[in-house]
């Protein structure tokens, strides 16, 4: 029944390695984020997915790498970490053709806790 | 690109008391002003949400109100519980696809 979907939830590794976050939505959305909330609780847009494409990609260093195989699915690649990648991600998804309770409700994932040794 | 700014960044209230988180953003065409709540170690959750073209919204003990002039937007909290001891996020957007978020409250309710 989980709406969002995120794996692992959590992910210790060391400097240097490559990782990824497995994002998956039931839902139906046709639109998919992922968000960096950092030490300090800051939500931070990276990026945005509309029906597979990249539509929104804030300055995120090229080590991050999004990939939408389908519209429910949107996963994060990490390349190269470095100590200030940690943080806990959130991928989230919405849809402007199913109206719930607001406009464009964004349900988020559970979060992954990266932390980067 | 929209700055969301948010205050304060800590409140403490008592039991039964009200709460109001404000916030001001930079772009005059965002839209879309929803609330999300953050219980510690959770995702952050819808709680409210407020349209452009609407002044005021109101759900159970919770309200928003926006002022489009002064491009700013209040979440009020009334008759706090302890339960409502969360950090709480603005979010503003113009695109509706992006949320530019406000840098959280963290609201302490002791009874």
């Known amino acids: 029944d989980t709406a969002v979907s995120q794996t692992p939830k959590y992910l210790v590794t060391q400097m240097g390695n490559d990782k990824s976050i497995k994002c998956e939505q039931n839902l139906g959305h046709d639109t998919m984020y992922w968000y960096k909330q950092d030490s300090k609780k800051f939500l931070k847009i990276m990026f945005s997915y509309n029906n597979k494409e990249l539509i929104i990609n804030e300055t995120v260093p090229n080590r991050f790498s999004p990939k939408s195989p389908d519209k429910a699915h949107l996963n994060l690649h990490i390349n190269s970490l470095e100590l200030g990648d940690s943080a806990v991600y959130f991928c989230?998804?919405?849809?402007?053709?199913?109206?719930?309770?607001?406009?464009?409700?964004?349900?988020f994932g559970p979060g992954t806790r990266l932390t980067v040794l | 690109g929209e700055n969301v700014e948010q205050h304060p960044s800590t409140l403490s209230v008592q039991e039964g008391d009200s709460a109001v988180i404000k916030c001001t953003y930079s772009?005059?065409?965002?839209?879309?002003f929803p609330w999300y709540k953050q219980e510690l170690g959770k995702r952050p959750q819808l709680i409210i949400d407020?349209?452009?073209?609407?002044g005021e919204k109101k759900d159970q003990r919770i309200a928003v109100t926006l002022n489009k002039t002064a491009k700013h937007f209040s979440l009020h909290i009334t008759e706090t519980q302890p339960e409502d001891s969360a950090v709480y996020f603005c979010a503003a957007t113009n695109s509706g696809y992006a949320l530019n978020f406000g840098k959280g409250t963290s609201l302490l309710v002791t009874p």
């Open positions: 407020i349209r452009s073209n609407v």
């Open positions: 772009d005059s065409a965002s839209n879309y």
């Open positions: 989230a998804s919405s849809s402007k053709l199913v109206v719930s309770r607001g406009y464009n409700e964004q349900f």
